[in-house]
Each structure stands twice: as structure tokens, then as C-alpha cells.
């Protein structure tokens, strides 16, 4: 399985509301709950309605389009990168999945997916 790294750094972001997101930025996630209204986005693209946000977090999109019927790729991943002490933050789209850590676990966290015979783009 391959996976790309994505060459920006991201935020994890609690926002009054999206009126000032970027959606014209190249990546943003949104997450509504009846309790918040949460985004992850490029770091330059912190909206200045940001409650709070949590910076340097590099992340990875598995590549090609993941069928619903497939079982445990995410958590394949995820288990190795847990049993390695790496910390994530998973978003997932309907078409594939996107995993970021924090920037200083970045580079092991690709280690450790290449030792387990994971393509690195």
C-alpha cells in the first residue's frame, strides 16, 4: 500500500464558526458536533475566528480510493504507529484516509510504515 506525505503542516483547530475558513486552501477538514465546531487545516490558514488551535502536525493520506467493504487498513496502520509510541490525529474522507502526527514524531512515524513494507511517496 502506498502512502503520500503531505509537504504542509497542519492545525487542530476549535472555531466559533466557519465563516473565515479558507475553503479555497488546497486542504481543510471540518467536524460539527452540537457541542463545537472543529477544523484542521494548513497552519497558514488558521482562521482568525479560531477559539483555539494546536500546531505541528504533519500528516500522510493513504493513497487510492479505499472501497467500504475493505477491513482494518486504517487500524493496521494505527496499531503499528501506537505500538511505536506515536500519537495521531485520523481524518477520513469517503474516498481514503489521512493520518497526522505531531512534526517531532513525523519522521519515525515514516520509519516505522517503510519497515513495515508501506510505500512512502
Given at each position: 500500500?502506498?502512502?503520500?506525505?503531505?509537504?504542509?503542516?497542519?492545525?487542530?483547530?476549535?472555531?466559533?464558526?466557519?465563516?473565515?475558513?479558507?475553503?479555497?486552501?488546497?486542504?481543510?477538514?471540518?467536524?460539527?458536533?452540537?457541542?463545537?465546531?472543529?477544523?484542521?487545516?494548513?497552519?497558514?490558514?488558521?482562521?482568525?475566528?479560531?477559539?483555539t488551535h494546536d500546531d505541528n502536525w504533519k500528516g500522510v493520506e493513504?493513497?487510492?480510493?479505499?472501497?467500504?467493504?475493505?477491513?482494518?487498513?486504517?487500524?493496521?496502520?494505527?496499531?503499528?504507529?501506537?505500538?511505536?509510541?506515536?500519537?495521531?490525529?485520523?481524518?477520513?474522507?469517503?474516498?481514503?484516509?489521512?493520518?497526522?502526527?505531531?512534526?517531532?514524531?513525523?519522521?519515525?512515524?515514516?520509519?516505522?510504515?517503510?519497515?513495515?513494507?508501506?510505500?512512502?511517496l
Amino acid at each position: 500500500m502506498k502512502i503520500k506525505q503531505l509537504s504542509y503542516d497542519f492545525s487542530v483547530c476549535k472555531v466559533e464558526d466557519y465563516s473565515k475558513v479558507n475553503f479555497n486552501s488546497k486542504y481543510y477538514f471540518i467536524g460539527k458536533t452540537d457541542e463545537e465546531n472543529s477544523l484542521v487545516c494548513i497552519t497558514q490558514d488558521i482562521p482568525s475566528n479560531a477559539i483555539t488551535h494546536d500546531d505541528n502536525w504533519k500528516g500522510v493520506e493513504i493513497q487510492g480510493v479505499l472501497d467500504f467493504s475493505l477491513i482494518g487498513i486504517l487500524s493496521k496502520i494505527l496499531s503499528l504507529l501506537a505500538e511505536n509510541g506515536i500519537g495521531i490525529f485520523a481524518v477520513s474522507t469517503y474516498n481514503t484516509d489521512y493520518i497526522f502526527t505531531k512534526k517531532e514524531h513525523f519522521q519515525n512515524a515514516l520509519k516505522v510504515l517503510t519497515d513495515a513494507g508501506y510505500e512512502i511517496l
